[in-house]
């Protein structure tokens, strides 16, 4: 068990639709990282918020969007949904955002159909 | 752009060595990791190495960095069946934590 929390494990929603993933990262770190594996994509770098703030910006698409909470939690928006936006969508924490080890939750299957 | 490379296949007899292999573009990588991804699980960090390392040690794993070839290798020894996953390398540039990851390599072990 690494110690990062996501919620939900499966999610299957429809075109269109828009959905919210949930991740709460080990006690004590600061940074909070999204990425999405497809099978097309492979595994690819979505966001990083450190302390509250957006650090990095990777290939994410204008329909999602992220934040970071006082309290650390982070969530993921998803909207507009298409069927290519189906995939496994993991979220990593650190300590504090630089050359550190990640830790990955188990990640949301998102499913559009 | 970054681009980290990794054949996508590979199988082993249990207590055999694996070889796992890597290549990568980006230059400016400080940091090179490998990631073990079991069957509904995320992305456990197994080990990692500095750039300016040729080798790192680690129980029964032993990475191997040639940064002229830009090529990162992952043995495995005396693999188990436990170990069958799928194996992915990861490179940050210089960039922290911003990983770039390869494809994965799927290892099967074979009892």
């Known amino acids: 068990d690494s110690g990062v929390t996501q919620t939900p494990k499966h999610l299957i929603t429809a075109t269109g639709q828009r959905v919210t993933l949930r991740c709460s990262p080990r006690s004590g770190d600061l940074s909070v990282y999204w990425y999405q594996q497809s099978l097309d994509q492979g595994l690819q770098f979505l966001i990083q918020?450190?302390?509250?703030?957006?650090?990095a910006k990777g290939n994410i698409l204008e329909r999602f969007s992220a934040q970071q909470f006082p309290d650390l939690h982070s969530e993921l928006n998803l909207s507009s949904l298409e069927l290519g936006d189906s995939a496994l969508y993991f979220c990593a924490s650190s300590v504090a955002g630089g050359f550190e080890k990640l830790f990955f939750g188990s990640g949301t299957q998102l499913s559009v159909l | 752009g970054e681009d980290v490379e990794q054949s996508l296949f590979l199988s082993v007899r249990e207590g055999d060595s694996s070889v796992i292999n890597c290549t990568y573009t980006?230059?400016?990588?400080?940091?090179l990791y490998w990631y073990k991804q079991e069957p509904g699980a995320g992305l456990q960090l197994l080990t990692y190495i500095f750039s300016n390392m040729d080798m790192k040690q680690d129980q029964r794993l032993t990475v191997l960095l040639n940064k002229k070839d830009k090529h990162l290798s992952l043995r495995i020894a005396d693999t188990q069946t436990g170990d069958s996953a799928i194996y992915f390398c990861a490179e940050n540039g210089n960039a922290g934590n911003m990983l770039t990851f390869g494809g994965g390599t799927r290892l099967m072990v074979k009892p």
């Open positions: 980006d230059s400016s990588s400080t940091y």
């Open positions: 918020y450190y302390n509250g703030e957006e650090r």
